[in-house]
């Protein structure tokens, strides 16, 4: 046996020593163009064969290439049965772990009969870089093998169905996220900072969202409808994406439907911030860094940029002849100066529904706003805000949901008070929750309703003091007018008398004041 052992390492040694007399005698392009013709022959012979998944690609160098991301899920359900070596990621807050195999493990698969085998490897310079774009210059990959005769089944079916199986793993594991827009100054770097993410962990979902019934259904039949319209819209020739319209006072739950929305289809959420956007090229630019099953979101967009009235501004501003172009470019300056972003309207309707729109697919597209009245027409028309959804004060039906949430009752006797009073007096949803929710251990369901009784009696009074306040004003404005008016009146009088008829102005001017005190009540008939 030793001697065995011997006559191996001796021979290990000659081949070695050889290799390295080869290496030196022939150069490098020597030994490339052998391995090549000694590849060739063997492919002759070699029964097998392989392909091989790079974890990045030369065209996407600082992003993971998703063909192999999508192989490392679908791996993951078999290498923590068969793997001898795995490694372990945690997602979604330790609630679940994920087993992979490690490098140079290979894990056998099976496809309608066909035998694959799967290797993870990797590649590691002789001669480290100086300097790495990614930190590290280690190129993982994945290799697929199998027999030549299965070649048409994998590259055709087989790759497709991993492919498939990869995404529906991670729709099922991912961690969904709330995104924020950094500002345009700090793109720069090769890493690409255009979004800022939080883990998404809102609670709202519609069954405690606080709406109408039936305009809750309608709103969830809607969503339901769209995620399972890719065909259709293929179909009728349109990208596959839905704009949302959510449109009221403050408090009326605006927020929480767009994270019930989330929660429904497992979208992220891209909260789009407009004023941290310097141009239109830049909110392109947003938005193809932006993914697929996602919700783009813009907040109290009447806020964010004006952006009513620029046509008109502009129509008028071509009609005013440039008397001083100094002055006018200084102006021009000061205002570029001031003003922090210059997307346009035009810049955000190709945002919408333009040709760059079409970079993605199954996106959802809401703005929220309190003074719909203030937006321009073609931002909020059909085909861009396809769904206009109002959010208004609430009802006894809304009340009903935000008892059962918030004091687990469904009936009640002062249920009947509050009818009465929701149908009086205008609160909206977030006033009645803060008067629902308990502030202390003492308090119970029925000191909760009571608390809402008077809270909805004092807007009631509050409401009636206001409505004869402003009657007061209009009144006195009314009367100040009347008597502006009488007083233009008296001058016309004067004017076309003259000196000549001053007599009969002065008689003239004192019926219009006697006039005037008889309408004001202040002397009588």
């Given at each position: 046996?030793?001697?065995?052992?011997?006559?191996?390492?001796s021979l290990?040694?000659?081949?070695?020593?050889?290799?390295?007399?080869f290496?030196?005698?022939?150069?490098?392009?020597?030994?490339r163009?052998?391995?090549?013709?000694?590849?060739?022959?063997?492919?002759?012979?070699?029964?097998?064969?392989e392909?091989?998944?790079?974890e990045?690609?030369?065209?996407?160098?600082?992003?993971?290439s998703?063909?192999?991301?999508?192989?490392?899920?679908?791996?993951?359900?078999?290498?923590?049965n068969?793997a001898?070596?795995?490694?372990?990621?945690v997602?979604?807050?330790?609630?679940?772990?994920?087993?992979?195999?490690?490098?140079y493990?290979?894990?056998t698969?099976?496809?309608?009969?066909?035998?694959?085998?799967?290797?993870?490897?990797?590649?590691?310079?002789?001669?480290?870089?100086?300097?790495?774009?990614?930190?590290?210059e280690?190129?993982?990959?994945?290799?697929?093998t199998?027999?030549?005769?299965?070649?048409?089944?994998?590259?055709?079916?087989?790759l497709?169905?991993?492919?498939?199986?990869?995404?529906?793993?991670?729709?099922k594991?991912?961690?969904r996220?709330?995104?924020?827009?950094?500002k345009?100054?700090?793109?720069?770097?090769?890493?690409?900072?255009?979004?800022?993410?939080?883990?998404?962990?809102?609670?709202s979902?519609?069954d405690?969202?606080?709406?109408d019934?039936?305009?809750?259904?309608?709103?969830?039949?809607?969503?339901m409808m769209?995620?399972?319209?890719?065909e259709?819209?293929?179909?009728?020739?349109?990208?596959?994406?839905?704009?949302y319209?959510?449109y009221?006072?403050?408090g009326?739950?605006?927020?929480?439907?767009?994270?019930?929305?989330?929660?429904l289809?497992?979208?992220?959420?891209y909260?789009?911030?407009?004023t941290?956007?310097?141009?239109?090229?830049?909110?392109?630019?947003?938005?193809?860094?932006?993914?697929?099953?996602?919700?783009?979101?813009?907040?109290?967009i009447?806020?964010?940029?004006?952006?009513?009235?620029?046509?008109?501004e502009?129509?008028?501003?071509g009609?005013?002849?440039e008397?001083?172009?100094?002055?006018?470019?200084?102006?021009?300056?000061?205002?570029?100066k001031?003003?922090?972003?210059?997307?346009?309207?035009?810049?955000?309707?190709?945002?919408?529904?333009?040709l760059w729109?079409?970079?993605?697919?199954?996106?959802?597209?809401?703005?929220?706003t309190n003074?719909?009245?203030?937006l321009?027409?073609?931002?909020?028309?059909?085909?861009?805000?396809d769904?206009?959804?109002?959010?208004?004060?609430?009802?006894f039906e809304?009340?009903?949901?935000?008892?059962?949430?918030?004091?687990?009752?469904?009936?009640h006797?002062?249920?009947l008070t509050?009818?009465?009073?929701?149908?009086?007096?205008?609160?909206?949803?977030a006033?009645v929750?803060?008067?629902?929710?308990?502030?202390?251990?003492?308090?119970?369901?029925?000191?909760?309703?009571?608390?809402?009784?008077?809270?909805?009696?004092?807007?009631?009074?509050e409401?009636?003091?206001?409505?004869?306040?402003?009657?007061?004003i209009?009144a006195?404005?009314?009367?100040?007018?009347?008597?502006?008016?009488n007083?233009e009146?008296?001058?016309?009088?004067?004017?076309?008398?003259?000196d000549?008829?001053?007599?009969?102005?002065?008689?003239?001017t004192?019926m219009?004041?006697?006039?005037?005190?008889?309408e004001?009540?202040?002397?009588?008939?």
């Open positions: 046996m030793m001697g065995e052992m011997t006559q191996l390492g290990m040694a000659a081949v070695m020593f050889v290799w390295a007399i290496r030196q005698l022939f150069p490098d392009e020597f030994q163009d052998v391995r090549k013709y000694v590849n060739k022959v063997v492919s002759y012979v070699y029964p097998y064969v392909i091989t998944f790079h990045y690609q030369v065209d996407t160098w600082f992003e993971r998703k063909a192999f991301v999508s192989i490392e899920r679908y791996l993951s359900t078999n290498s923590s068969r001898k070596r795995l490694k372990a990621n997602v979604r807050d330790c609630e679940s772990v994920v087993l992979s195999m490690d490098d493990e290979e894990v698969d099976e496809f309608r009969g066909i035998k694959i085998w799967w290797t993870s490897s990797k590649s590691i310079p002789q001669q480290r870089a100086f300097f790495s774009y990614r930190g590290d280690e190129k993982r990959y994945y290799r697929l199998c027999k030549r005769e299965h070649r048409d089944i994998i590259t055709k079916v087989y497709q169905h991993v492919l498939d199986e990869g995404k529906a793993i991670e729709v594991t991912r961690q996220k709330l995104y924020t827009n950094n345009s100054e700090k793109w720069s770097g090769y890493r690409r900072t255009m979004w800022s993410h939080i883990i998404f962990e809102h609670p979902t519609f405690t969202l606080a709406m019934p039936k305009k809750k259904k309608e709103i969830l039949d809607d969503l769209f995620s399972k319209s890719k259709y819209y293929k179909k009728v020739g349109k990208s596959w994406k839905r704009g319209l959510l009221g006072p403050p009326t739950g605006k927020s929480s439907m767009i994270a019930a929305m989330a929660n289809l497992e979208y992220d959420i909260d789009l911030e407009l941290s956007v310097k141009d239109n090229t830049d909110l392109r630019k947003l938005l193809i860094d932006t993914s697929s099953k996602s919700i783009i979101v813009i907040e109290d009447d806020c964010s940029l004006d952006l009513t009235g620029q046509r008109k502009k129509k008028e501003e009609k005013e002849e008397k001083d172009p100094v002055r006018k470019k200084a102006e021009e300056e000061k205002d570029k001031n003003k922090g972003s210059e997307v346009t309207l035009s810049g955000l309707l190709n945002f919408i529904d333009g729109s079409a970079c993605g697919s199954e996106r959802l597209i809401v703005f929220t003074f719909l009245e203030k321009d027409p073609a931002l909020i028309r059909r085909g861009r805000m769904k206009h959804i109002e959010l208004s004060y609430c009802c809304i009340f009903k949901v935000l008892a059962k949430n918030y004091l687990d009752l469904e009936s006797e002062l249920f509050i009818s009465r009073l929701l149908e009086e007096t205008k609160m909206t949803p006033d929750a803060e008067n629902l929710m308990p502030k202390s251990f003492e308090e119970n369901a029925e000191s909760c309703l009571n608390k809402l009784i008077q809270s909805l009696e004092n807007a009631k009074e409401a009636r003091l206001k409505a004869v306040e402003d009657a007061r209009k006195e404005e009314e009367a100040a007018k009347k008597i502006e008016q007083g009146k008296v001058q016309e009088i004067d004017a076309k008398l003259g000549g008829g001053g007599k009969k102005a002065d008689q003239d004192d219009l004041q006697v006039t005037d005190a008889k004001n009540g202040v002397i009588t008939a």
